[in-house]
């Protein structure tokens, strides 16, 4: 994740995908889990994703994530979210 912002209706995340080597295409999720510090997932609704096509075979892919809202910690200031990708579709 590079960068996350909370509000009482949503959640955005900003993350990249980089290959670890040179590769053609650029990538969406295929599986995910997203979950707060609490274990709720997904943020008790869908998540739209949107990724920016790659120019070149080593390049990142940024994408940003719309999620439902999380509710923060006890103290209402601190959100810990954990994005798992665990398979990547390649597009070609």
Not at 72 to 81: E, K, M, Y
Request: glycine share 12%; hydrophobic share 35%; with cysteine.
């Amino acid at each position: 994740m590079d960068n996350a912002y909370a509000d009482p209706g949503n959640t955005y995340i900003t993350f990249r995908i980089q290959p670890d080597i040179p590769v053609e295409g650029s990538f969406s999720l295929a599986t995910f889990d997203l979950t707060s510090q609490s274990g709720v997932e997904t943020g008790g609704g869908g998540v739209n994703i949107q990724c920016a096509g790659r120019v070149e075979a080593s390049a990142a892919q940024q994408c940003v994530m719309d999620s439902g809202s999380f509710a923060p910690d006890a103290g209402g200031q601190t959100l810990t979210l954990r994005l798992e990708i665990y398979a990547l579709y390649r597009v070609t």
